[in-house]
């Protein structure tokens, strides 16, 4: 049974580090393991070695292993071991050089292009796709001929052209991460572009990072090798891993042994590489396996219907929005170039809760997330202005910017995963205080237990060290509420705020809001297809229908007498006012897709009342002061309900 907010989740354990999580894979130790010995193997040789590189002992030719020289010598009386040592430090000189171009590239336009989208995606998509085109290793022996030797110049080139395959992969995820709410939760709080990839997309991508990376340096091992082993790298007699096994080749009838300290070290450093990725791949999906500790379904809300806030503002819709803290002006919005919002207005005061209604499908959503410039799928906002606070958001980027999180706040109807899972509470906090307050970590972190407690989290300190995953759902609604306020705004945009959460939780975060409210002054605006929500927290309802507002009222008028069809039937279907043993009423039919939309009453189809001029586009109206309808009969409503 899901336990009320109200009590302290329960404690699980902390997720290991990735590297733990490898290190305890053999595969993962072991190839690790070889790589590090390598590596300080080869940055070590003249310690571990009597001999050079270049010394001949010509009175010990192709002789096998002896105490004097550990893996025997070659041709020439070189020692084999010094050789292969010195000889290593080029192939990760290589390496080196080949994986810094490769990541620099590929993490880079990777992210961009995945993130930004637009012209800078089309234009890496397409150079991407032209590299992929050129055949790399004539590439590299083409530069190998212009710079005779220079394996640099080669493995830079190389790494240019293995950029590619990084750029896709890194690409996709991307476009499938910054969908993530947490990440419009990070724009919604203000931070900029940077910020988000580098803390909270790129962190998500490590694993994937080094998989690639350690692929592609098992296949630049091998390159590398290969043009020493036809001598276009290091040129005799300076010693190559390549170089080893050519010399092996041609003495392989008289000393096969050569072919066992020239051949091995290699074969094992690729199989390394490539174990490393499997297990770096492993280890970063059970790092993300599902925690037990998963957020609540959700249930049949029951939330008062009877309660009207007290002192309750009323603001003219109509009005020309100069006292408003937030005026929607004829807002259009489009996603793949089909209309799903056309002309919505309404008008929010300062201090002032509006709730907007609909079933889903109506666009309530949407216009929410079009107020922040966050229209997902790629939309657009087509026409019209927001303005705040006498700014217009649509037409200023920078201004957009600027109001998010301290200006305007959002909060989603799903607080998992609106928080990023890679990160703790307080860190996540500490982010958004310190880009508003311009704090140190020492203030921010006391403004995050200040946060949580305003949001009626017993032990802040403790839930600061928790992830995500570590909270019920209700918990994780008052930590995603909490985030919203780090930058104190004036407005609050609340998207089905207690959707996902059981009946009891479901009241405490509505108190909470209210609470809230009365405490700092913001307005708010909530998106719900819950009645109880409205008449427990607003002080006026917006009606959505297909995309288009069809009422506007203060509630308890729009309670007591609805002027539009459809509202009529929602409040009739409100279960909240069902009688024992009666059937519920329904409204017949579904909410039309943007693309069926009629030219005339989009609710006509669904409507008892429609007649002849309902087939011709239907405006909003003023039947009453401070009442808007967009319903050819709300005049005749309005004299039916008051005869």
């Known amino acids: 049974m899901k336990q009320p907010t109200t009590s302290s989740a329960p404690r699980s354990r902390n997720r290991r580090p990735l590297i733990r999580r490898v290190l305890v894979r053999p595969a993962g130790a072991l190839s690790l393991g070889w790589l590090v010995l390598l590596t300080v193997a080869t940055l070590a040789a003249p310690l571990l070695t009597t001999h050079g590189p270049l010394d001949q002992d010509l009175g010990h030719v192709l002789s096998g292993p002896t105490a004097d020289h550990l893996l025997g010598t070659d041709n020439l009386g070189r020692d084999l071991l010094s050789r292969l040592l010195f000889g290593g430090r080029s192939t990760l000189l290589a390496v080196g050089e080949s994986l810094a171009v490769f990541l620099a590239i590929g993490v880079t336009l990777g992210l961009a292009s995945g993130f930004l989208g ?44 293995g950029s590619p395959g990084i750029i896709r992969i890194l690409r996709s995820q991307t476009l499938g991460i910054r969908e993530e709410l947490y990440v419009a939760a990070a724009k919604v709080a203000g931070l900029t572009r940077q910020q988000i990839l580098r803390r909270h997309i790129l962190p998500r991508l490590i694993s994937t990072v080094i998989v690639q990376a350690a692929l592609f340096a098992a296949i630049v091992v091998t390159i590398q090798a290969g043009l020493g082993f036809l001598g276009l790298g290091a040129q005799p007699p300076n010693p190559s891993w390549g170089g080893l096994v050519a010399d092996a080749s041609q003495a392989l009838d008289r000393a096969p042994w050569m072919l066992v300290p020239s051949g091995i070290p290699l074969v094992l450093t ?25 957020a609540p379904t959700a249930a049949q809300r029951t939330v008062r219907d009877d309660h009207r806030p007290a002192g309750a503002v009323t603001t003219n819709s109509t009005q020309s929005g100069t006292s408003a803290l937030l005026s929607v002006r004829n807002l259009s919005i489009d996603i793949g170039g089909v209309p799903v919002v056309q002309e919505v207005s309404f008008d929010i005061a300062p201090g002032e809760t509006v709730g907007v209604v609909g079933e889903s499908g109506c666009g309530k959503s949407v216009t929410s997330l079009g107020i922040l410039g966050l229209v997902p799928g790629g939309g657009r906002v087509a026409q019209g202005q ?4 006498g700014t217009d958001l649509v037409a200023s980027a920078a201004a957009l910017t600027q109001v998010r999180g301290s200006g305007i706040a959002y909060v989603s109807q799903e607080p998992m995963v609106a928080l990023d899972p890679m990160f703790t509470v307080g860190r996540q906090l500490g982010e958004a205080v310190r880009r508003h307050e311009r704090c140190d970590r020492r203030e921010a972190r006391g403004r995050v237990t200040e946060l949580l407690d305003m949001v009626n989290i017993p032990d802040p300190a403790a839930v600061a060290r928790r992830h995500p995953h570590q909270l019920s759902g209700g918990m994780a609604q008052r930590v995603a509420i909490a985030l919203a306020l780090a930058g104190r705004p004036e407005l609050l945009i609340a998207d089905e ?41 607003c002080h006026r309802a917006v009606v959505m229908y297909a995309g288009q507002v069809v009422e506007a009222a203060d509630v308890a008028e729009m309670f007591a007498q609805p002027l539009h069809p459809y509202t009529a039937g929602l409040l009739a279907a409100n279960p909240h006012r069902a009688r024992e043993g009666e059937p519920l009423p329904t409204i017949p039919g579904t909410v039309p897709a943007p693309r069926d939309w009629p030219s005339g009453c989009r609710f006509a189809a669904r409507c008892e009342l429609a007649d002849d001029r309902c087939t011709e586009p239907v405006t909003l109206t003023v039947p009453a002061p401070d009442r808007l309808s967009r319903c050819v009969r709300s005049q005749q409503l309005l004299e039916e309900g008051t005869s």
Not at 147 to 152: I, R, S
Request: proline letters at 3%.
């Open 118 to 161: 637009g012209w800078v995606d089309w234009l890496t998509v397409r150079t991407a796709d032209l590299l992929f085109a050129l055949p790399g290793i004539v590439i590299v022996l083409v530069v190998l001929s212009v710079f005779p030797g220079n394996l640099h110049a080669a493995m830079i080139t190389f790494g240019v052209l």
């Open 386 to 389: 927001v303005l705040f606070d």
């Open 270 to 294: 690729v199989l390394a590489l490539g174990l490393l990725g499997d297990a770096v791949r492993d280890a970063a999906t059970e790092g993300w396996s599902v925690s037990r500790m998963t």
């Open 497 to 537: 705020p207690t959707t996902a959460l059981d009946v009891t939780v479901q009241a405490e975060i509505l108190t909470l809001l209210r609470s809230l409210q009365a405490d700092t002054g913001m307005a708010v605006l909530i998106v719900t297809h819950d009645w109880g929500v409205v008449a427990d927290l």
